[in-house]
């Protein structure tokens, strides 16, 4: 198979994985006890009989489910056109992504720390197998895995603001408000402080146990042996022949952690009152705003489909051995 | 009989030797005892409200004025929440945990068994599930059960939920373990003297991968039970049957960290470390036992370049 082909089935499988994600978002709406009207114009809007009876019709809601609302609301989607939310009586799409920046910004600096850390960790830990270091961080990487994200930030959130003073949440002072972007810098660093160390020490291990394995596997192979018999030193054989084929598998699981990154978003924007979309999807869950939810949903699935196909397509470009798959 | 026993006593064997293992072990037991013994273990109930000399509730009292482990926001004594918080904790991490087990290995084992077009079915319908995040989908299933009001309790709707989300790495797991079982030779034999297929995958298969799929089950609990007290603190799980999770949803709700009640958000943290820990030590032996993978690499032990003197 060319590699045009293997991106062309990436293609289909996500689209296809998009529908799937579409139809189950939808089903589950029409569940839903009471009026889909509502969910178009917002729960507490007083209007006519009328008005509604025409609201109905123009949204296609008097013709039946499947196949016609169905499209409807697919062709709907693929405009952007994701609903008004009950609570804030605001397009979806608005209020995402009005908060989508501030979630980047976030698991970008968390991610960024835990696979620098992570994999460096990882690596010393797999060449130094049944030492204290890997043992060490084997250890630390499992009681991380048992960790309860949001647990992990409470106590960081009551330790860090009693002993170091740092803030408890929001991602800038109220004071702050309104002033130039330089000057209010080091304040929302400051607040990301916590959140971020938060994200970092839960996905670290996680990144340290794939790397060590991965590293493992590789130091197992026969030209690994090769190379030590040619009489190069342990970093040159790590540095010219480990690394690069160790990191391939990282590269994939990356992408596939991208969904629970965004369970981590929800944990930890909740606990640390950060103003992203994991504290809007746990905001419009305790309203039970459904159109809000369900946006929401749809955005953070299509991130990870997205995220998943790239990392697929980059992997033929990274693995000299899958030229032709 | 003694077959079995000879083969647990070469398990005993193996596992003894290896610490991580009894510490897990030790840890999942500790939990289970409490979990089974939690009446015996608090003079109190969990709704019982702890009242001082002068009757009124004993509000967020430390453990110096309450002890062992202070009260809540409510005056419910901390201990007790703690103890039958395991009971609901373990109960959704297991029930849920056994079902995705049982979604998982049925699909892979379909999978991998049969091959072909079943195969490529069952693996592209695992891959869109694991893309799919699934704590939101978890979240929004149980959001819409409970605003459809149908009357199915609390802890259901988080059993069921739970049971049929997280099986998808077990179904990866047990196909590629079907895959290379159903190519020894005993296969072969059995389907030449007319074995059908139903009775080649119990008879055959399963009984090799059913270690494997033991190991699997603890790490699925595991995750089980991290997911439940995740839900829990984001307020969905039972507040009249508070797990381990509930206590530091309300922990954090009402305020424990600006009081700095430690006492009520660090034990339940603990908790829940101390029992995903015990599982994921255990389930990571067990597999190791039961699927050995390499014993060393080229670069272990030596740092000196060229050949050590191991050889």
């Known amino acids: 198979m060319s590699r045009r082909d293997y991106i062309f089935r990436k293609a289909v499988f996500a689209l296809v994985t998009l529908l799937i994600v579409f139809?189950?978002?939808?089903?589950?709406?029409r569940i839903l006890p009471g009026d889909p009207v509502r969910s178009v114009i917002g729960r507490n809007v007083r209007i006519s009989r009328e008005v509604q009876q025409a609201l109905r019709e123009q949204f296609g809601l008097d013709k039946p489910i499947i196949p016609d609302q169905y499209l409807n609301t697919l062709?709907?989607?693929?405009?952007?056109?994701?609903?008004v939310s009950w609570s804030l009586r605001r397009p979806v799409g608005e209020v995402l992504m009005a908060k989508l920046g501030n979630t980047l910004l976030l698991v970008v600096l968390g991610q960024f720390f835990s696979i620098i850390l992570g994999v460096t960790l990882g690596l010393l830990a797999g060449w130094k197998r049944k030492t204290k270091i890997d043992v060490s961080a084997l250890t630390f990487s499992l009681i991380m895995w048992a960790v309860p994200t949001f647990w992990l930030g409470i106590m960081l959130l009551a330790l860090g603001s009693s002993w170091l003073g740092l803030p408890t949440g929001g991602m800038v002072d109220p004071k702050n408000i309104g002033k130039p972007f330089l000057e209010v810098l080091p304040d929302v660093a400051r607040h990301l402080v916590l959140p971020t160390l938060t994200f970092t020490l839960i996905y670290m291990g996680e990144y340290m146990l794939i790397m060590r394995s991965s590293i493992?596997?590789?130091?197992?192979?026969?030209?690994?042996?090769?190379?030590?018999?040619?009489?190069?030193?342990?970093?040159?054989?790590l540095r010219k022949?480990?690394?690069?084929?160790?990191?391939?598998?990282?590269?994939?699981?990356?992408?596939?952690?991208?969904?629970?990154?965004?369970?981590?978003?929800?944990?930890?924007?909740?606990?640390?009152?950060?103003?992203?979309?994991?504290?809007?999807f746990q905001d419009a869950l305790a309203k039970q705003d459904f159109p809000l939810l369900q946006g929401a949903f749809m955005l953070l699935a299509i991130a990870v489909i997205v995220a998943n196909m790239a990392a697929d397509i980059l992997y033929t470009y990274l693995d000299p051995r899958v030229k032709q798959v | 009989m003694s077959n079995f026993r000879r083969s647990f006593s070469n398990f005993w064997k193996v596992f003894r030797r290896s610490r991580m293992g009894l510490v897990g072990a030790f840890l999942l037991i500790t939990v289970l005892l409490v979990a089974t013994f939690a009446p015996l273990l608090t003079p109190y109930t969990p709704?019982?409200?702890?009242?001082g000399p002068n009757n009124r509730p004993l509000i967020y009292a430390p453990p110096s004025v309450h002890p062992p482990l202070g009260t809540d926001d409510a005056g419910h004594d901390v201990w007790t929440l703690l103890a039958y918080g395991a009971r609901?904790?373990?109960?959704?991490?297991?029930?849920?945990?056994?079902?995705?087990?049982?979604?998982?290995?049925?699909?892979?084992?379909?999978?991998?068994?049969?091959?072909g077009k079943t195969d490529t079915l069952l693996m592209r319908t695992t891959d869109v599930f694991l893309v799919i995040p699934d704590l939101p989908l978890t979240i929004i299933l149980i959001a819409v059960i409970r605003q459809a009001n149908v009357g199915i309790p609390t802890l259901v709707v988080l059993i069921a939920v739970i049971g049929l989300l997280y099986w998808t790495t077990t179904a990866r797991l047990i196909r590629s373990q079907v895959l290379t079982v159903k190519e020894r030779q005993f296969v072969a034999r059995a389907r030449a003297i007319g074995a059908g297929n139903g009775h080649i995958m119990r008879k055959h298969i399963l009984p090799l991968v059913l270690p494997l799929m033991t190991a699997n089950t603890v790490l699925v609990i595991s995750t089980a039970i991290l997911v439940e007290s995740g839900l829990a603190f984001l307020g969905l799980g039972d507040p009249s049957q508070p797990s381990w999770g509930t206590m530091l949803h309300f922990a954090f709700e009402r305020n424990a960290i600006s009081v700095g009640a430690w006492w009520?958000?660090?034990?339940?943290?603990?908790?829940?470390?101390?029992?995903?820990?015990?599982?994921?030590?255990?389930?990571?032996?067990?597999?190791?036992?039961?699927?050995?993978?390499?014993?060393?690499?080229?670069?272990?032990?030596?740092?000196?370049?060229?050949?050590?003197?191991?050889?």
């Open chain 1, 23 to 29: 139809t189950i978002n939808f089903l589950l709406f």
């Open chain 1, 75 to 83: 062709g709907q989607y693929a405009q952007g056109n994701l609903g």
């Open chain 1, 216 to 237: 493992l596997e590789v130091l197992s192979e026969d030209y690994i042996l090769t190379a030590k018999a040619k009489g190069m030193s342990h970093w040159q054989i």
């Open chain 1, 241 to 280: 022949h480990a690394l690069k084929n160790a990191m391939l598998p990282i590269v994939t699981l990356i992408a596939l952690n991208l969904g629970f990154t965004v369970s981590g978003a929800i944990y930890i924007e909740t606990v640390f009152s950060y103003d992203g979309l994991g504290k809007l």
């Open chain 2, 47 to 51: 709704t019982q409200i702890i009242r």
């Open chain 2, 88 to 115: 609901v904790s373990l109960l959704v991490g297991f029930i849920a945990g056994f079902i995705s087990v049982f979604i998982g290995s049925t699909l892979g084992t379909l999978a991998g068994f049969y091959g």
């Open chain 2, 264 to 311: 009520f958000y660090l034990p339940p943290g603990l908790a829940i470390v101390w029992t995903v820990l015990g599982c994921v030590l255990l389930g990571n032996v067990l597999e190791e036992i039961f699927n050995p993978r390499l014993k060393s690499h080229h670069l272990e032990g030596d740092t000196n370049v060229v050949a050590s003197s191991r050889h």
